[in-house]
């Protein structure tokens, strides 16, 4: 009973769907806007809902709000001298394939920090350094990304001895040609800028 009045809920959310206006209302009438993502109280229902849910929302909302949430200044990071590994934007797409919340990227780490392994891994874990598809689709949509583009990713520290230093997983992408970074993400350690406080770590 409880799953067929949220099927109902789901339908009533897709007609009356709005334009998209940068924060959580979709485009058209035919699919999600993140209102129920949004009333999730944990990072794990947060996690389940979009692994049910999540191909349903607009993808335009889905894509450009998973780049926002998850965009880092670099200047704020001190990369840690340690192993990192780097894929193509076409290695990249081939792990993406079709997916959304189904299958995340992730990079597997040792206790000192190296990535030894990059690979589209499931399910989603709150400690896993996962990346979602949706938020490599928002790069791309944001920046056209060539098929040379590096993505590097890396083990580095924010914060200081006043804040408290984290140790996060983050990764910098480069033009084909260029030397120097253009733009990083991060996936942990940073509030959610989807507004929801008590997000320390989000599943986009």
Known sequence: MKKILFLICIAMTMVGCKKFDGDNNGEGCDCLNFNFYDQQTTIQDKADWLYKYGRFICPDLLNATAEHTHEIDASIATRLNTTTQTLSWTQIKSLMQNHVYEYYIKCHTDNSGN?????????????????????????????????????????????????????????SITRYGQTQPFISYDYSDRPDKRKVSTDKKSPL
């Not at 709150?126 to 490599?136: Q, T, V």
């Not at 791309?140 to 997983?169: P, R």
């Open 115 to 171: 990535i030894n392994l990059v690979n589209a891994a499931t399910p989603y874990q709150e400690s896993g350094n996962c990346f979602s598809m949706p938020l490599f689709r928002g790069i791309h949509k944001k920046y056209t990304l060539n098929d040379k583009d590096k993505f590097e990713f890396m083990s580095a520290t924010t914060g200081n001895a006043t804040t408290g230093i984290k140790k996060i997983v983050m990764f």
